[in-house]
């Protein structure tokens, strides 16, 4: 009976049985990229609700839409470098089965998808500028493939190979993958390059494949949708979308395309006789369409950057309009029986009725509105359970029936077809509301102000309704005025002109009260820069704001000696429109500061900034001499606070910062707390993939100010370096026309990043 048992089970794979269909194995849900799942979810509502949310944490943001297997297994990315897959625990929460790191390179995360293959294998995108191929079960690398973008300047960061287009998997078991090199790459399933083709700059679309096998469809940041040839690769036409294409196209089976733009155009092309694209209607959003459009029937699925979802007819006409709290990047997954469900930028997660646009429910999945956004696409798996990812590190997994079964929790609102902005108490007048550190607004500062915290005041007015119109403070006739302790503020006009930043020029006295008086005006209406920008009395609406706050008592005492501090994890507030751009390569970022000399009696010292990797046990130096950076910073009353320049070059973007100003208190060990910094960059000297970036002409009032700068406050997370040798060598050094020359007494044993730093008579470098 046994040996009988065991011949069966050992010819059952002889006998060609197909393992069961992955629900959600790609960023689309498969080649037609149509966002439709075949699991319906309205007869959940009726169950009782015995099932809890979930969440699983990771250490970097998370960007990438979740995949899910025939098992239930759920694999997504984050940036903290590592591929995971998690199984279901029996409880209605999440397992570890297994991670993945990728190569520990300078922005090496994982923002986009992967992609699961019918023999078994995760294809993963990473920053590091490789393809990935794991074995599902136990994680194993089967083999890796590396982009053509050279080593060198991957490795500074400007013309990089990074893999940020979702793996697609065509019928034949064909590859797809963008990269930011600019190009397509198809590969055989065995990992080996079928073909490579070119286009004007990176590709972060995945490709919509015709079931016939005649063409496959994607977009460029160059602003075209290309259609090629999968066999060879060759272009058969490519249209001119008028905007940047981030979005992926939703294929029907008639062989039109529904893709959107930054120029804020959803367009439908046809694809003719299988080798040409002609525009058959374009539908003006308003704002830059970063999502791709689901499909379910003939109502065409998309979110806008203004907070839009859009329910259109194949034909173009509207059919409904769901006004979301946040920005929308993130991309529909329509269940089979109608449901949409998308996420915003303020953690909220959406349920939407396909048909009308009602909302059935919406969540609030994350506890703060800073670092929150679902901008990860979500991914509904066969029992209802709704995966989404968030810019906070976590993969939450909702039930579908368990909002409806807790409408009294303040995070679960139901009906309507608008999520209204949370000003805090009622305005009867223009004024200004504080936005504390996890994104609410407050009539004034909750708690003491740190000696260099940034204060974010927002303009709020009767009918701003948040990211769906465009208020603006002017910046002629602003008038900022501080009271009480001493020292002056420097008040900061954001990019988009909704927020004023105001921080102390120095540092504030500690625990001393504080009074803030602002006066100015501002417009209800933009039209386009320059000419709203190069009029700063236009529309002068007047606001006025008057708050009071106290400052923290002084911290610990200035450690002495040499001293090494890490800052990692950089993330921007500001302006909201780059969310959908720096993120993951931001949160990828680390330096090392080192004060040589550790501090003066007057309190300044010269900073050297040491590029690093961040990591689980601090920031450790990274070997790359061009991102080497110095500041002049001060230490008063237990905070740093430090200013220069600072180039931030990462995922093939260069923006050099001019102006860069950061403050962060000190912890009673010496290690650095977490704090914010203020940046301003020309616009015309950032550069994408090694060649100058125009921002679209759609999001010039989003993020330019009056004189073409963009300004930026962020965060980042501080601590201590890992333990590494900081080793000081000596030895003379000369000025001569090409800059430092540095003899050393004798080299240094082993590999090591040399870095020199010379400073003035005052101690500035």
Known sequence: MTRRLILVALALPLMGLAPAPDPWPTFRGGPANAGRTATAVRPLAARPSKRPVAAFATRGLIWGTPVVGADGTVYLGSADKHLYALAP?????????????????????????????????????GGDGYLHALDRLTGFPRWTFRAAAPEELHQKGQVVGSFEGNVQVGPDGTLYAGCDDGAMYALAPDGRVRWRTPTGMMVWSSPAIDPAGRWLAFGSLDGHVYLLDPRDGRVLDRHAAGGEVKSSPAADPDGRLFVGTSGGRLLALDVVDGAKLREAWAFDTG??????????????IAGAMDGRIHGLGRDGEPRWTYRARGRVAASAVVSADGVAFVGGSDGTLYALDAASGERVWSF?????????????SPALAPDGVVHVASYDGHLYGVPFEWPLANRHDPRVATGGHEDPPDWGPAAAAATLRVQDAQGAYHVAPVGM?????????????PGDDAARTRFAINPGGLAVALAGGTGEVEATLSSDGRFLDVAPRELYAPDTAYRLRVRGGYRTKQAAWPLDRLNPFAEAHAFAAELAFRTAPAGPATPR????????????????????????????????????????PDGTTPLLGLPALPGPAGARPLAEPSKVFTLEGRVADGWLKAHGRFRLAA?????????????????????????????????????????????????????????????????????????????RAHGAFRRTAGGLVVALDAPPAGEHLLAALAVDAAGRP
């Open 561 to 600: 000696g040499p001293l090494a501090w890490a800052a990692s994890r950089l993330y921007l507030h500001q302006p909201a429109a780059l969310d959908t751009y720096t993120p993951a390569a931001l949160d990828g970022q680390a330096a090392i500061l080192v004060a040589p000399a550790g501090v003066g």
């Open 651 to 727: 995922m093939g973007g260069d923006v050099p910062f001019e102006s860069f100003v950061a403050a962060a208190p000190l912890r009673p060990d010496g290690s650095l707390g977490d704090g914010e910094f203020t940046a301003k960059a020309p616009l015309w000297g950032i550069r994408g993939s090694g060649a100058a970036y125009s921002f679209p002409a759609a999001l010039l009032n989003e993020v330019a100010d009056h004189g073409l700068r963009l300004i930026a406050l962020g965060a980042f997370t501080g601590g201590a370096p890992a333990p590494v040798a900081l080793p």
């Open 89 to 125: 625990d029996g409880r209605g929460g999440y397992r570890e089965r297994w991670s993945y790191p990728i190569f520990d390179r300078p922005d090496a995360v994982i923002d986009s998808a992967c992609a699961l293959t019918r023999d078994g294998l995760v294809v993963v995108p």
């Open 449 to 461: 102000l740190g000696l260099g915290e940034t204060l974010r005041l927002r303009l709020v007015a």
């Open 364 to 376: 609030r999945a994350t506890p703060s509105r800073l670092r929150a956004n679902l901008d990860a």
């Open 287 to 300: 704002a830059e369409v970063y999502a791709s459009p689901a499909r379910w029937g003939d109502v065409v």
